[in-house]
């Protein structure tokens, strides 16, 4: 019988599922698009209303030195999925993909993510929103990487549109016949979210049934440009946000473009107040089922604010009055809000423990009781969680390719940006001491040339060559 019982638990595990521990917690984290840490009520957020966000804030954990994996798409969720900072995780930038018009640059075949690791230890898995990370059915698909169900874009080019003409479940096209020949009558946010809702349903019965925790990752494409949303909801904000300057984009946006809007503000504030709701159906949804407290709820950012496509982050504050936006290395381009909501097990509370995104897959691992890789940039922060003593980082570390290459590292206090990195010749080196000058306002690499030598070996340590040789700095 104990042969019987073996020769079945390893076929099993050959077979991609596993026994689930009675105990294990659901996870559903919540990735918002270009969203600054001054868009949220919580981290001082004036003029736009976020009360669900802020309850989750409330009652959980609230991070105010959290950072995301980088300050662009597509490395920063390689970076979380991965547990990798960018100086090691496979994708770096934004580039196309290798295999198809559609899609962006693979991950190895075979990579490691917190999704695959969550799935063999017995999670059902679903993702929803933007992939970003390989083309569909390719060996860097969701359904490649980890999750058992997809529904969104595959690719982040197209996500530009909010009324696109088709989607993706699983590996089947959906052809949207509503937002045909450039009709605008299917929001795709409210498509994915209500396909989120479904699957939050369904996994939280079989989660009851038969003790099978879920994980959803919701990288939802709010409030990245284009700047729109559906009428009713921008009419609830006319007249609120005057005076504003309107968008001359596009009349159809597309890979490149943006499509014009008349009224900025009126979307952008319309598309904060659906990300808002949102959060507070799934919050409900979870208590509804009765799995409130045996769930872990997370929401965070993908990067810093973007300037694009009309919207006006000085007027909204978005970086909460940080150095930078989305593409800067600066604090306004990095540091992302997280809230961790655990109910019942994590309480109520502020931290400025710093953490990124690298981080969260050895957390979660921890937390669901799976193994963590060796291979990790992360340190898990159950222990914080736990009211234990939290290990930290000795540093982080970001690289960036775009505009002529940029790096930084944080080591305590202290903080060093690189620019031009693509280009030896015309480094530009600046030091900040984030503790003094949160704000990055005063360079004081001149007067401290041995603290910079000292980053800069750090720095120029921290990165391996990427297995795509796309995402290599120039030698």
Not at 40 to 60: F, M, N, R, V, W
Not at 67 to 83: D, E, I, N
Not at 355 to 364: Q, R
Request: proline share 6%.
């Amino acid at each position: 019988m104990k042969r019987l019982f073996a020769l079945v638990l390893i076929l099993c595990l050959a077979g991609g599922c596993a026994f689930a521990k009675s105990d294990a917690p659901n996870i559903i984290y919540i990735l918002a698009d270009d969203m600054g840490i001054g868009d949220i009520g919580c981290y001082g957020q004036k003029k736009l209303q976020t009360p669900h966000i802020d309850s989750l804030a409330e009652q959980g954990l609230k991070f105010n030195r959290h950072y995301a994996g980088s300050t662009v798409c597509a490395p920063s969720r390689s970076s979380l999925l991965t547990g990798l900072h960018t100086g090691h995780t496979p994708i770096r930038g934004n580039l196309g993909s290798m295999v198809s018009d559609e899609g962006q640059c693979e991950m190895p075949e075979g990579t490691q993510t917190l999704a695959s690791i969550l799935k063999m230890n017995g999670y059902k898995t679903g993702a929803f929103g933007k992939w970003g990370l390989g083309a569909q059915n390719s060996h860097s698909s969701p359904m490649a990487m980890g999750f058992d169900e997809f529904f969104g874009y595959n690719c982040q080019s197209l996500a530009h549109n909010y009324y696109p003409d088709h989607l993706w479940e699983n590996s089947e096209k959906i052809v949207l016949k509503g937002n045909a020949n450039g009709a605008r009558k299917e929001y795709s946010a409210d498509l994915i979210h209500s396909k989120l809702m479904g699957f939050l349903d369904e996994a939280s019965r079989e989660y009851s049934e038969k003790g099978r925790p879920f994980f959803i990752y919701y990288a939802m494409t709010l409030p990245h440009a284009e700047l729109t949303s559906t009428p009713d909801r921008m009419e609830k904000f006319a007249g609120r946000f005057e005076p504003q300057e309107p968008y001359k984009g596009a009349k159809k946006p597309t890979k490149s473009s943006y499509c014009a809007q008349e009224k900025p503000h009126d979307a952008f504030a319309a598309m904060i107040s659906t990300i808002d709701d949102y959060v507070g159906q799934i919050v409900a949804k979870l208590s509804d089922n009765g799995i409130l407290e045996d769930t872990i709820v997370i929401f965070a950012s993908d990067n810093g604010a973007h300037k694009e496509g009309g919207h006006d982050p000085a007027y909204w504050n978005s970086n909460g009055g940080l150095r930078g936006f989305k593409r800067d290395l600066y604090e306004g381009g990095i540091r992302t809000p997280m809230i961790l909501l655990w109910k019942g097990k994590v309480k109520p509370a502020q931290t400025s423990h710093i953490s990124a995104f690298w981080d969260i897959l050895p957390t979660l691992c921890q937390a669901s009781g799976s193994a963590v890789p060796k291979n990790t940039d992360g340190i898990s922060f159950l222990p914080l969680l736990e009211g234990k003593p939290q290990p930290k980082h000795d540093f982080l570390y970001w690289e960036f390719h775009e505009q002529g290459g940029k790096q930084a590292v944080l080591k305590g206090d202290w903080k060093l940006v690189r620019l031009n990195a693509n280009f030896p010749w015309k480094y530009k080196t600046e030091l900040y001491n984030l503790a003094e000058d949160p704000s990055e306002s005063r360079d004081l690499s001149a007067s401290m040339p041995q603290k910079v030598a000292e980053l800069q070996k750090l720095m120029d340590s921290a990165r391996t060559p990427s297995p795509i040789d796309r995402f290599n700095f120039r030698k």
